[in-house]
C-alpha cells in the first residue's frame, strides 16, 4: 500500500472512530476548569453544569472545546495539530521515523506534532519535544480497554491533520502532499 492511500485509510478510520466516543471518558477527562470558583452561587452552578454533562446533557459547550497540544518545556509556534498515527512496530524503526518527521516538520512550523504510539520510549519522545498518546496493548484487557481509548483519541483530536508515522520515512516531496503548509 502506497503511503497517500495508508493516509487516507487512516483519516478515515479517525473519522469513523471520532463519531462515537464515549461519553463517560469525555466527562473523565473533560477540559473544563476543575478550580473551584471563590462565590458559592458560581461553585453551584459548576456542579450543577458538571452534573448536567454527566447526564448527558449540556454536551454542546464541552464539545467545541479545543485540546492544547503544546508541551510547557518545548514551546511550539503553531496552533495546527499533527496526529502521528504510530504504524511502524519496532523501536530502531520507530525512532528512525520520528527523527525523519521532526527534519520534515522544521520547514512547518505552524504545527504541534502529537504521536499516538503503543511503544514506550518516553525519554526520546521527550528529547523531540512532542506530546505522547500512549496507547498500549495491555494482555488481560481485551479489545475493549484500546477501542474506547482510540475512539477517545479521535474524537479528541478530531480537526487535526492526521499522517501514519512511516511518513517520516519519505522524501520532502512525499509529505507535502500529505500535510499542507
Known amino acids: 500500500m502506497t503511503l497517500p492511500h495508508a493516509t487516507e485509510k487512516l483519516r478515515r478510520r479517525l473519522r469513523q472512530w471520532a463519531v462515537a466516543p464515549e461519553w463517560a471518558l469525555l466527562v473523565r477527562y473533560e477540559l473544563l476548569p476543575q478550580k473551584p470558583a471563590p462565590e ?11 452534573l448536567l454533562r454527566v447526564l448527558g446533557l449540556s454536551r454542546a459547550r464541552y464539545q467545541k472545546q479545543v ?21 511502524v512496530p519496532d523501536k530502531v524503526a520507530s525512532r528512525a521515523a520520528c527523527r ?54 479521535a474524537w479528541r483530536y478530531r480537526d487535526a491533520v492526521a499522517v501514519p508515522l512511516s511518513a517520516g520515512l519519505c522524501g520532502a516531496e512525499d509529505f507535502a502532499r500529505l500535510v499542507p503548509s
Open 67 to 87: 485540546w492544547q497540544a503544546g508541551l510547557t518545556h518545548a514551546p511550539a509556534a503553531g496552533n495546527k495539530i499533527l496526529l502521528i498515527w504510530s504504524d
Open 40 to 50: 458559592l452561587r458560581k461553585r453551584c452552578l459548576q456542579k450543577l453544569g458538571r
Open 100 to 153: 525523519g518527521l521532526q527534519g520534515l516538520l522544521a520547514a512547518r512550523p505552524a504545527y504541534i506534532p502529537v504521536l499516538v504510539t503503543p511503544l514506550a520510549d518516553f525519554a526520546f519522545y521527550s528529547r523531540l519535544g512532542w506530546l505522547v498518546e500512549y496507547l498500549p496493548e495491555i494482555p488481560g484487557t481485551g479489545p475493549e480497554y484500546a477501542g474506547r481509548k482510540r475512539r477517545y483519541l
